[in-house]
Each structure stands twice: as C-alpha cells, then as structure tokens.
C-alpha cells in the first residue's frame, strides 16, 4: 500500500513539473552551443552544468507559474500544452510544495552556475546571465511584476528562450556573442510567437475568470488568430528567404511539413462563429508542433 502511494506521489510530481516544456530549453541552449562549438565539447563536465542549470531555470519559472495561477486553474481543462498541470488545483499537490520545488530548483541552478564560473575562465558572465533569466523568468508569474498580466509576458517567454539562451551558450564556448545562429533565432521568434499564442486559447474561459490580461484577454481569440497568420506567414517566407540565400541548411525546408497544419489551426479558431474549447485544444496542438519541429531542424542543421 505505501510502494503504491509513494509511486502515485511520484507522479503527481512528475506532472507538476510538466517535463514536455523542458525539452525547448535543452534545444534552444544545444543549438547555441553546436553552432560555434562540437558535439564531443557537450560531454565536459562545466558545459552539461550549464546546460542543466538552463533548464532548471525553466523548471522554476514553471513551477513558480504553478504556484501563483493554481486558483485560476481550477477554471482551466487541462490538456498536454494549456491548462496547467492541475496537480494544485485538484489537491494532489499543495501549493508549499511547489513553491518549495521552485525555490530548491533555482538554487540548484545557480550553485552549477557558480560551478562553471569556477571551471571556465573568462566566462564571467555566464552566472549573472543565469541570474538575470531566472528573475525574469519569475518575474512571469510573480507579483507586484507579473508580466504575465501586460502584454509583455509573451514576449519575455520568446526573449528568454529564443535569444538570451542560445547566447549564453555560444557565450559559454567562444568568450562572446556571434550572430551564427540569427537566421534561426528570427524564424524561431515568429513560430514561438505563434505558438505561445495558442497556448492561451484553450484557457480563454479560465483566463477571464482569473483576471489573467494576456494578449489573447485583451484583443479576443479571432484577433490573436490573425495574429498567428501573419506570424506564421513571415515565419515560412523567412525560412525560404534564408535557405535560398544560404543562411540556413535545406534540412530546414522540411518544416513546410507542418503547413496544414498551421491553415488547419488558423481555420478553425476564426471560422466558427462561437468559441469552441475542443477545436482551441487542436489548434493548441498544432501550433505547438510547427514551434517543435522548426527547433528540431534548426538543431540538426548546426549539428550536420
């Protein structure tokens, strides 16, 4: 009986903490890293503490978020990318001890940046770049700030993840910032924008209720949905634009494999007269993965 509620426990954790978000910080600070260093170089033991330390500080910045929104996740239904985890909002999980989780997690993160501090000399910024994310990044969710309720908060998400990451780690292997991976940080931008975007769709009802200003609160699902086209649109055109003009690798054209389902998205959030949670949920998932993808590709063209 007690094996049985440790392992149930356990995975009420598991869930609170959302590993499917963690993996972009592991692919935004690998594709940094692999444009101006080798893939043997990851192996040494100061760079996979870096590394760990950056996706630590996404671990607290989503743990924190947990704390702060629980109350207005009671609202939300959950799914794989919106909602919360719902791990505090149903009880299996007191808000202490994802606050507690928070608070270890950023502090893990900052002794293995004091670690590669020691290790890698001349990279003494690297810990105050860590400190600075990892209070912006609470800065999302935590008040008086709580930039999630300006219409900065998904712009800080794209910032911390899409530009500042990739530049700590090309910062970590060459003494300072290179703009090698520009081309992708831009196409990146427009997909990760997009995507953030129809992450708040499916919690437009929950979002309303807990008073959460983002940008889909204040301009309304069908605005945001253009939003996304034009983004997207910018985002293919650009991919074209820097593969032809050999900026990026061709391995990146297959992110046109997603085409469908950006107009799918697109569609179906704009075409109905009346919010549908189940086709905000969809569009949720497809925006989602063209962000995945283009970062997947983005990683396998430095790497090749």
Request: proline content about 4%; glycine content about 4%; aromatic content about 10%.
């Given at each position: 009986m007690r094996i049985g509620l440790l392992r149930y426990k356990?995975?009420?954790?598991?869930?609170?903490?959302?590993?499917?978000f963690l993996v972009a910080s592991a692919i935004m600070f690998l594709l940094g890293f692999m444009a101006v260093g080798g893939p043997?170089?990851?192996?040494?033991?100061?760079?996979?503490?870096?590394?760990?330390?950056?996706?630590?500080?996404?671990?607290?910045?989503?743990?924190?978020?947990?704390?702060?929104?629980?109350?207005?996740?009671?609202?939300?239904r959950k799914s794989l990318f919106a909602g919360g985890s719902g791990e505090i909002a149903t009880g299996r999980v007191t808000p202490s001890a994802a606050l507690?989780?928070?608070?270890?997690?950023?502090a893990i993160a900052i002794a293995l940046g004091i670690y590669v501090d020691a290790e890698l000399e001349g990279r003494e910024l690297?810990?105050?770049?860590?400190?600075?994310?990892?209070?912006?990044?609470?800065?999302?969710?935590?008040?008086?700030?709580?930039?999630?309720?300006?219409?900065?908060?998904?712009?800080?998400?794209?910032?911390?993840l899409v530009w500042i990451l990739p530049m700590m780690a090309m910062y970590l292997v060459t003494g300072a910032w290179t703009d090698d991976v520009l081309p992708y940080q831009f196409v990146l931008t427009m997909?990760?924008?997009?995507?953030?975007?129809?992450?708040?769709?499916?919690?437009?009802?929950?979002?309303?209720?807990?008073m959460k200003r983002n940008l889909t609160y204040r301009f309304g699902?069908?605005?945001?949905?253009?939003?996304?086209?034009?983004?997207?649109?910018?985002?293919?055109?650009?991919t074209v634009a820097f593969v032809l003009s050999g900026y990026m690798g061709w391995v990146n054209v297959l992110v046109f494999a997603t085409l469908l389902y950006g107009w799918t998205s697109i569609v179906i959030m704009?075409?109905?007269?009346?919010?549908d949670y189940e086709w905000a949920r969809s569009s949720t998932t497809m925006m989602t993965s063209i962000f995945v993808v283009s970062m997947a590709l983005a990683l396998i063209d430095v790497v090749i």
């Open positions: 356990a995975l009420n954790i598991v869930m609170l903490l959302r590993p499917q043997d170089d990851i192996l040494e033991a100061p760079y996979l503490a870096a590394l760990a330390s950056a996706v630590l500080v996404q671990l607290s910045a989503g743990l924190v978020n947990e704390y702060t929104d629980w109350k207005g996740d009671r609202f939300a507690s989780l928070a608070i270890v997690s950023v690297f810990l105050p770049l860590l400190i600075a994310s990892a209070v912006l990044a609470w800065c999302f969710s935590v008040r008086p700030i709580r930039l999630v309720n300006t219409a900065f908060g998904e712009l800080l998400e794209i910032a911390l997909f990760g924008l997009a995507s953030i975007i129809g992450v708040e769709f499916p919690d437009k009802q929950a979002d309303i209720r807990s699902v069908e605005r945001m949905a253009e939003v996304q086209c034009v983004l997207l649109f910018v985002g293919y055109a650009s704009k075409a109905p007269k009346h919010y």
